[in-house]
């Protein structure tokens, strides 16, 4: 349907869609779509589809219905803060924007992909922008979010962060 899809379009893929999970990747409707979904626009459609309130909240209960037993880890700009309030652990990642950009061009460059750094920097402040203004489920860190800036810190650094946190609320 074109460019722009309208919300009685979204909401109808909303209702056909079937996400499992299995094997280490995240299937649609039987298609892996596991690296498809950390594609550049796959993030930039979310941030601007995610600012429709009629999108939002048919999304919500589609989220909250993967927490079941043995509980779930999720990534994305409202998971603590709306999506799942009440979770045991929530960790608010940061970094700086040059940083985001300097690791996703790297990501694309490793891929084979053309990327461009000044590009990548102003698509992410404007993203960054765009989430933290818009009116349903803005881009916040929630209170009880332990925050981490990775701007300086290597993945172990980040892994032994969170093991730490979970490691607190089994105690």
Excluded: C
Aim: net charge negative; glycine share 4%; charged share 35%.
């Amino acid at each position: 349907f074109g460019d722009s899809p309208s919300i009685a379009q979204l909401l109808e893929l909303i209702e056909k869609m079937r996400l499992e999970f299995h094997s280490g990747k995240i299937w649609l409707n039987s298609e892996d779509v596991t690296m498809d979904l950390r594609e550049e626009f796959v993030g930039m459609l979310a941030s601007k589809y995610s600012a429709i309130a009629e999108v939002r909240a048919r999304l919500l209960q589609f989220q909250r219905d993967f927490a079941v037993d043995p509980g779930l880890v999720t990534d994305g700009r409202d998971m603590g803060s709306v999506v799942f309030p009440a979770a045991d652990l929530k960790v608010f990642f940061t970094a700086s924007a040059e940083k985001r950009a300097e690791r996703r061009y790297k990501q694309l460059i490793d891929k084979g992909m053309a990327a461009n750094m000044d590009d990548l920097l102003k698509d992410l402040r404007e993203r960054d922008d765009r989430d933290s203004r818009r009116a349903v489920a803005p881009l916040k860190r929630s209170e009880d979010a332990a925050l981490l800036d990775t701007s300086e810190m290597t993945i172990q650094q980040a892994v032994d962060f969170i093991i730490g946190k979970a490691a607190v609320l089994r105690n």
